[in-house]
Nanobody, 113 residues
């Protein structure tokens, strides 16, 4: 199993980014998948999840600003982030929602105020 995250970068507050998670070894459409964020000095936290049926849920801090989706043909999960805030900064990872597989390298998101 391999998860490869990409799409992070430096953005001004209020800006947008789209993160991608390309998966191999698992079929994302059959799994509950999540995007996780780890800020400096903090524990990794779940920010968004999508289940096999396509239902989504979000952490309260990102509700209404982030959208998780997937492309079954590309076996890829996305996280569209809008109205970014400095507190959204961190390394973003994707993984299964339950029963984690090997973590990828993550993608760094930096938000300047």
């Amino acid at each position: 199993v391999q998860l490869v995250e990409s799409g992070g970068g430096l953005v001004q507050a209020g800006g947008s980014l789209r993160l991608s998670c390309a998966a191999s070894g698992i079929i994302v459409s059959t799994r509950a998948m999540g995007w996780y964020r780890q800020a400096p000095g903090k524990q990794r936290e779940l920010v968004a999840a999508i289940n096999s049926g396509g239902s989504t849920n979000y952490a309260g801090s990102v509700e209404g600003r982030f959208t998780i989706s997937r492309d079954n043909t590309k076996n890829t999960v996305y996280l569209q982030m809008s109205s970014l805030k400095p507190e959204d900064a961190g390394v973003y990872y994707c993984n299964q929602r339950y029963a984690f597989v090997s973590w990828g390298q993550g993608t760094q998101v930096t938000v300047s105020s």
